[in-house]
């Protein structure tokens, strides 16, 4: 596979930056919600001194809530520690053109601690990295998707604030699913997105109208583990500053309207061994020609589901996705090319896939992948057997397990979970237990536009 447009080495940026090309490079990294924080940095002295020396952050940007207020009660990070800094090192794999700005570039950062220059544990990208250096360790590429929904709105984004982000108008006004015409009056946003991520080092294939007012969703290539996770929020960074420069809105909300589809992140994956996939196989599972290697990954990611579910779906929003009927999966069962399933697999011999649809659109895809992979590792190590193939409507199989109801539900998994622990660290449970907890918190002290509307005149 050729290397993707966009995509830059240093010598390329140096060039750049000599005829003007450039002149602005960008330090970022995926903060606890999957947002990119970091700096600008002008291109010249990138070269001379931050390409080498990297920089530094403020350590409490992962203690932070929504709101970017500090938040008491981690370890990691405190007003007692004094909240000092951690190091940001680029890592100069990921250099791109970001081409939606004005001469920019764009690297990500792997989070270090400032002395020691050892990866912060508790960061998304360091704790996706551990996982994959335990499939290394076995001899296994892992190669992925995501498949990213989200809506498009004909207000701006300080329109719909000014608004209470209530009453926007969607660019599109009736169900659009694969509806060309309805698409075609959303191309001045879904063109420039996919123009503006190919030239960025984030190859397209194809984008279509979703099963909701407004909604669309737009593919990109596969890739190894960490660049598609890398890729997927470059993405949604990429496409909320198109949306804001063309004045439209973007919202990447698991729910954002009830009545309407909810936004899926589906994220498909497979694990390679010797440039091969190692899912493929001639051992029947239902449908399946299959291997062993995937028979027990497909276990192993169907038992640590309810473990995990917070990684897959982080916000009290989340968990108003999960409606029967609805597109979103409710039920841990898996099929045959069946999009009723919480797992749906797909295609055969090489291309050979387990696609997960738990996830929604506001998962962090570094936690997300991470979780993914150390189930399905786990199911290898233990050699967990999946349940037998569902046929028909799982969504009316009532004796299927759940996934969890709501945020605080899927707390009590991850919290009490032995597995999560051993995956990836005590520090590492308890650090997102806590950020979990204080989104639980602080929904529980607001005041919502459904109470208003209930109890103002009538209680």
């Known amino acids: 596979m050729s290397e993707p447009r966009g995509m830059l080495t240093l010598e390329d940026l140096s060039s750049k930056v000599d005829s003007e090309e450039i002149e602005t490079v960008i330090l970022a990294f995926p903060d606890l919600y999957g947002r990119l924080m970091g700096k600008r940095f002008d ?100 190669y992925a998707a995501s498949e990213l929904e989200y809506y498009i709105y004909e207000d701006s984004y300080r329109g719909a604030r000014d608004k209470g982000y209530a009453d926007l108008s969607p660019q599109g006004w009736y169900l659009e699913d694969y509806h060309l015409l309805q698409g075609t009056r959303e191309e001045p946003f879904t063109a420039a997105a996919r123009f503006h991520l190919k030239h960025s080092g984030i190859p397209v294939e194809n984008s279509k109208g979703e099963w909701g007012l407004g909604q669309h969703e737009l593919n990109i290539r596969y890739a190894d583990l960490l660049t598609m996770a890398d890729r997927h929020t470059v993405m949604k960074h990429c496409l909320k500053e198109i949306a804001d420069g063309l004045g439209f809105s973007v919202t990447f909300m698991a729910k954002p309207q009830a009545g309407q589809a909810g936004s899926s992140c589906h994220i498909h994956l497979s694990l390679f061994a010797d440039e091969s996939n190692a899912f493929a196989g001639d051992e029947a599972l239902g449908p399946v020609a299959g291997s062993a290697l995937f028979r027990w990954f497909l276990g192993g990611w169907m038992t640590r589901l309810r473990e995990l579910t917070v990684f897959y779906a982080p916000t009290i929003n989340s968990y108003k996705r999960y409606e029967d009927g609805s597109w979103a999966p409710t039920r841990i069962a898996w099929s045959y090319d069946n999009r009723t399933a919480g797992f749906r697999v797909v295609g055969q011999g090489n291309s050979l896939r387990i696609e997960c649809r738990v996830p929604g659109a506001d998962c962090n895809s570094y936690l997300a992948y991470a979780a993914a992979l150390a189930s399905g590792l786990d199911g290898i190590a233990k050699m967990t057997e999946p349940p037998e193939l569902f046929e028909g409507d799982i969504y009316a199989a009532g004796h299927l397990p759940r996934v969890p109801y709501t945020l605080e539900e899927a707390l009590e998994d991850f919290e009490s979970s032995a597995f999560a622990r051993e995956a990836f660290g005590v520090d590492v449970v308890e650090h997102y237990s806590h950020f979990y907890r204080t989104e639980i918190e602080s929904f529980r002290s607001a005041v919502t536009d459904w109470e208003r509307r209930r109890y103002f005149e009538r209680i």
């Open 43 to 142: 291109a010249e002295f990138f070269l001379a001194e931050a390409a080498r020396q990297g920089t530094h952050a403020c350590n409490y940007l992962l203690t932070v809530d929504m709101e970017m207020e500090p938040v008491a009660g981690y370890r990691f990070a405190n007003w007692e520690a004094g909240y000092g800094d951690f190091h940001l090192a680029p890592d100069m794999s990921t250099l791109r053109v970001a081409s939606w700005l004005d001469k920019t570039a764009l690297v990500i950062c792997d989070v270090e601690d400032e002395a020691s220059r050892q990866p912060v544990n508790v960061a998304p990208r360091s704790i996706l990295r551990r996982q994959l250096e335990r499939a290394a360790s076995l001899g296994y590429d892992v």
